[in-house]
């Protein structure tokens, strides 16, 4: 009988284990646990993880034109701040500008202008807010030009326009430059 009793107790054994499932647990997954009047108690364990990632650092994209091409009548200067996605809005503390940081020819950073090197003639020219203004706004050197806070973003349209009359500027390729300083800055 002592061998009766040997086998009982490994077939309880193998019963009671084949009755309480483990197994490796994803994040999703539970370990069940069986009791029964033969076994009245069971232990469990749940694992406790943290992975905690870098927080997302909000990126914005600022884009201005690569070439600004002057003719006889004002031109669109589109300026946009885009989002990297929908919770990279500028906190309320925060705005992201365009400033002119200078602009010229040749060395000369101190005005809007434009130089025809074939002929060693200038084409003035100036940036402003709108050409239907009957006295619009003209940016210089250190002016913000366009600016972005709190749930703002998108493009801010500038113009640019001769001060010469068309007509008088010899013929030539005029070239000059408009240099901007990008900022995510206090209020």
Known sequence: MKKAGIVLTLGLAAAIGSA???SAMAADETKDVTISTNQTSQSAQSTVELNKTEEAVPVYTVSVPATIELGRDAVKVPITLSLQDDTSLVPMDKKVSVKI???????????????N??????????????????????YAI???VAE????????????????????????????????????????
């Not at 003639?121 to 239907?132: F, G, H, M, S, V």
């Not at 349209?157 to 408009?178: E, N």
Request: a positive charge; charged letters at 20%.
């Open 101 to 115: 940081a200078s602009a010229g020819y040749a060395g000369n950073l101190t005005k809007f202008a434009v130089w």
């Open 117 to 138: 090197s074939r002929k060693l003639k200038e084409a003035n020219y100036q940036l402003i807010d709108t050409p239907r203004a009957a006295t619009p706004h003209v």
């Open 142 to 144: 250190g002016d913000t």
């Open 20 to 22: 309480v499932p483990f």
């Open 148 to 187: 972005w806070k709190y749930g703002n973003h998108g493009t801010q349209t500038r113009y640019a326009q001769l001060t010469d009359s068309y007509d008088s500027i010899p013929a030539g390729k005029y070239t000059g430059v408009i240099n901007y300083t990008i900022a995510y800055e206090d209020k």
